[in-house]
């Protein structure tokens, strides 16, 4: 396994994912309604391990099919849910920039969980703040232990979706989401 590590917000970042977006659009537009950039490196400032987190949502679970039939013919490998329900993932091609690429329906809780976060963490500084420090002790005392660098973030990250309203049950089923390595 690859050692973990954190590093400061590359403003390169968001080029990086339009770069991405505009190959997988091209092929996923007539099933698709968004190509979203998710995960810590979609958020301004934040440290992050250099690699973009994209979503393509599509507007229903039927969708998901045509969209991975589509997306292998750019080279992205389907990987299945690995666990994680209303998730898609794939291996992406050797092409930069280094990215995970995941398939998700709009009404999936998994893109719910990505999209939240991710406004929680653009619109309060404070919050951003505190998970990039958080993001950078668990990197080094876990460096090499995904389960336990993810684990660490788990508390931060449902507190997030607590106060955006989430019933109990949606949380309980996000923190198993939020305890599996990507």
């Given amino acids: 396994m690859a ?3 954190v590093v400061d917000y ?3 970042w968001p080029t990086a994912f339009e770069a991405v977006r505009a190959r997988v659009w091209r092929v996923v537009a007539d099933v698709a309604i ?3 950039h998710v995960g810590s490196t979609s958020v301004p400032g934040l440290p992050a391990k250099p690699i973009i987190d994209i979503t393509v949502v ?3 679970e039927a969708a998901v099919a045509a969209a991975i039939e589509r997306l292998s013919t750019l080279g992205y490998r389907h990987l299945g849910n690995l666990g994680i329900e209303g998730r898609e993932a794939f291996a992406s091609p050797d092409l930069p920039p280094r990215h995970h690429l995941y398939v998700c ?3 999936s809780l998994a893109l719910k969980n990505h ?3 991710r406004e929680r963490l653009r619109t309060c500084s404070e919050a951003a703040a505190e998970y990039g ?3 950078r002790r668990l990197a080094e005392r876990f460096s090499e232990d995904i389960d336990s660098y993810t684990e660490g973030k788990s508390a931060v990250l449902l507190g997030i979706l607590r106060s955006a309203g989430l019933s109990e049950t949606e949380i309980e089923t996000i923190e198993r989401i939020n305890r599996r390595p990507v």
């Fill in 3 to 5: 050692k973990i590590t």
């Fill in 10 to 12: 590359d403003p390169s």
């Fill in 34 to 36: 968004a190509v979203e």
């Fill in 58 to 60: 599509v507007p229903t």
């Fill in 105 to 107: 329906p709009r009404d």
């Fill in 115 to 117: 999209l939240i976060v």
């Fill in 133 to 135: 420090a958080l993001k």
